[in-house]
């Protein structure tokens, strides 16, 4: 089956600083990826949708500057989370679709714990 | 617009039990519905999809949907439990936008008791 990897899988960073998180499609190519947020306990958020080669189309109320969405070939998108607060708190998950078929596939989220 | 719901925060099941998870949708035109599950602290795992077909749609484990047009629901089902199955399920549509983004249901926390 199409396997998704995410790295790291959990960070732990001071707060005013940078995280990259990294989302690859092993063994698929992904045009399109998606990017959510989770709270404890609570359903997905999505954040953007994330397209090879373009800017990201982010969801109202994502603030562009702050999620930098960065799909640069066609198995890795990057989410950065700039000047990171505690508030900036989650598990991040990313999700492709194989080939523009229906089902999307998830990585295995990354805790990010800002202090 | 699309969007799914799913009516139950927990549902409790004794191991042997069978199992049904509700949702129910609404969308304009024909629907595309999935489920996954997610184990703590860990992504989210495709269990099955109905796009066209049949209305029973089987999926991954032991699990099975069924797609009820007239009741616009999609509920999860599986015949006997395992403690294993204990896990946060979620509903969702896929919506009509260009990317195939989905919209989730609250999700329902299942606890399998021994």
């Known amino acids: 089956g199409a396997v998704v990897s995410q790295h790291p899988s959990w960070v732990i960073c001071k707060s005013g600083t940078s995280v990259k998180i990294e989302c690859r499609s092993l063994?698929?190519?992904?045009?399109?990826m998606f990017w959510y947020r989770q709270f404890p306990k609570q359903s997905l958020m999505l954040m953007a949708t994330?397209?090879?080669?373009?800017?990201?189309?982010?969801e109202q109320g994502v603030e562009k500057d702050k999620f930098l969405i960065n799909h640069a070939s066609l198995t890795l998108s990057t989410l950065t989370v700039t000047s990171a607060h505690p508030e900036d708190s989650s598990f991040y998950i990313c999700?492709?679709?194989?080939?523009?078929?229906?089902?999307?596939?998830f990585g295995p989220g990354t805790r990010l714990t800002v202090l | 617009a699309q969007s799914v719901a799913q009516p139950e925060d927990q549902v409790n099941v004794a191991e042997g039990n069978p199992l049904t998870v509700k949702c129910t949708y609404s969308?304009?035109?024909?629907?595309?519905l999935f489920w996954y599950v997610q184990y703590p602290n860990r992504g989210l795992q495709f269990l099955l999809k109905?796009?066209?077909?049949?209305?029973l749609v089987k999926g991954s484990y032991g699990f099975e949907a069924e797609f009820n047009k007239s009741q616009t629901s999609f509920h999860l089902k599986k015949p006997s439990a395992l403690v294993s199955d204990s896990a946060l399920y979620f509903c969702?549509?896929?919506?009509?936008?260009?990317?195939?983004?989905?919209?989730f249901g609250a999700g329902t926390q299942v606890v399998v008791t021994p």
């Open positions: 969308v304009s035109g024909n629907p595309y």
């Open positions: 999700s492709a679709n194989v080939g523009g078929r229906d089902t999307q596939y």
């Open positions: 063994d698929f190519q992904a045009t399109t």
């Open positions: 994330s397209n090879e080669g373009s800017k990201a189309t982010y």
């Open positions: 109905y796009i066209t077909g049949d209305n």
């Open positions: 969702a549509v896929r919506t009509t936008d260009s990317w195939g983004k989905l919209q």
